[in-house]
């Protein structure tokens, strides 16, 4: 079973958006999707097949003050506003509807990462998990703490996936993947400090304990997780897709010139994933 895992990184995943418009052109479907984060948000896109629908949610959405700023922040609790993310937007009345029938008709494993705040540990939502304009799993997968509000469903709350799992290379070795595509959107040679991470802790920690452990772990796993990815493609079981450079977009920042630099680099380095399912 082939997969495909895209990690997240906020604004950088425009580089993720960039390798899924490339498997569109290319005719690629995986077996498997996981997303983590806004990794999420460009499978959710890329199972839809709306070529292109990424690549406006960052280079002009994330400008709007709705989606992302101190007005956000001061209106709604959140300096990232999830709910226009995927609902104002994104619902099917919205100004650019995700196409969930085409979801929903998927045949493969979707998995969509998120983090329990009462335990810590990961939660794997699906299909089943969703329905048309009831897109909550997206928003558990990337609600950054204090950045965005944490998510409750079912009584349940969540934080963004990428605390629990941020490299779920296990997870589809455990669905069976024996080919995976990882798309991670730093330079392949990066090593995560736990600095930010470890800051978010000390801030957290008084109301989810849990959570704050788990950051702290973070970039131990993060690494590790990578240093497995890099075992696997050694044995041809894996393909890393990783940008040579970041452009300058951060997690939260960005220019529209930078954006599309990052954007561009992943269509571009996209190409190896073709070649890697047919000769693998």
Same mark, same amino acid.
């Not at 998510?151 to 490299?167: E, K, M, Q, R, W």
């Not at 990578?226 to 493609?233: D, G, T």
């Not at 220019?255 to 996209?270: C, F, I, M, P, V």
């Given at each position: 079973?082939?997969?495909?895992?895209?990690?997240?990184?906020?604004?950088?995943?425009?580089?993720?958006?960039?390798?899924?418009?490339?498997?569109?052109?290319?005719?690629?479907?995986?077996?498997?999707?996981?997303?983590?984060?806004?990794?999420?948000?460009?499978?959710?896109?890329?199972?839809?097949?709306?070529?292109?629908?990424?690549?406006?949610?960052?280079?002009?959405?994330? !400008?709007? &003050?709705?989606? /992302? %700023?101190? @007005?956000?922040? =001061?209106?709604?609790? +959140?300096?990232?506003?999830?709910?226009? #993310?995927?609902?104002?937007?994104?619902?099917?009345?919205?100004?650019?509807?995700?196409?969930?029938?085409?979801?929903?008709?998927?045949?493969?494993?979707?998995?969509?990462?998120?983090?329990?705040?009462?335990?810590?540990?990961?939660?794997? !939502?699906? &299909?089943?998990? /969703? %329905?048309? @304009?009831?897109? =909550?799993?997206?928003? +558990?997968?990337?609600?950054?703490?204090? #950045?965005?509000?944490?998510?409750?469903?079912?009584?349940?709350?969540?934080?963004?996936?990428?605390?629990?799992?941020?490299?779920?290379?296990?997870?589809?070795?455990?669905?069976?993947?024996?080919?995976?595509?990882?798309?991670?959107?730093?330079?392949?040679?990066?090593?995560? %400090?736990?600095?930010?991470?470890?800051?978010?802790?000390?801030?957290?920690?008084?109301?989810?304990?849990?959570?704050?452990?788990?950051?702290?772990?973070?970039?131990?796993?993060?690494?590790?997780?990578?240093?497995?990815?890099?075992?696997?493609?050694?044995?041809?079981?894996?393909?890393?897709?990783?940008?040579?450079?970041?452009?300058?977009?951060?997690?939260?920042?960005?220019?529209?010139?930078?954006?599309?630099?990052?954007?561009?680099?992943?269509?571009?380095?996209?190409?190896?994933?073709?070649?890697?399912?047919?000769?693998?």
């Amino acid at each position: 079973m082939t997969g495909i895992i895209d990690v997240g990184g906020g604004l950088r995943d425009i580089y993720g958006a960039g390798v899924f418009d490339r498997c569109m052109d290319d005719g690629i479907l995986f077996d498997c999707c996981i997303g983590v984060s806004a990794g999420s948000a460009n499978l959710a896109s890329y199972l839809a097949g709306q070529r292109g629908r990424n690549y406006q949610f960052y280079t002009e959405y994330s !400008f709007r &003050k709705e989606y /992302m %700023s101190v @007005d956000a922040l =001061l209106k709604t609790g +959140a300096f990232i506003d999830l709910d226009y #993310v995927y609902g104002t937007l994104s619902h099917a009345a919205g100004e650019n509807p995700l196409a969930f029938h085409r979801v929903r008709a998927y045949q493969g494993v979707l998995n969509i990462v998120a983090t329990e705040a009462d335990t810590g540990l990961p939660r794997y !939502f699906d &299909k089943a998990d /969703m %329905s048309q @304009d009831n897109y =909550l799993a997206f928003n +558990a997968s990337s609600a950054i703490p204090f #950045v965005c509000k944490p998510v409750v469903i079912n009584g349940a709350t969540y934080f963004d996936g990428g605390i629990a799992d941020p490299v779920p290379i296990d997870r589809a070795l455990a669905l069976g993947c024996d080919r995976i595509v990882l798309i991670l959107t730093r330079p392949a040679g990066y090593t995560a %400090s736990g600095k930010t991470e470890r800051r978010i802790a000390n801030a957290c920690e008084h109301r989810y304990p849990a959570v704050a452990a788990q950051l702290r772990n973070r970039a131990a796993l993060y690494n590790a997780s990578v240093l497995r990815a890099f075992e696997l493609q050694a044995l041809g079981k894996c393909r890393i897709i990783a940008p040579d450079d970041t452009c300058g977009v951060g997690t939260l920042s960005r220019t529209k010139e930078s954006l599309d630099a990052l954007y561009q680099k992943g269509y571009a380095d996209a190409a190896a994933i073709k070649t890697y399912l047919q000769t693998n």
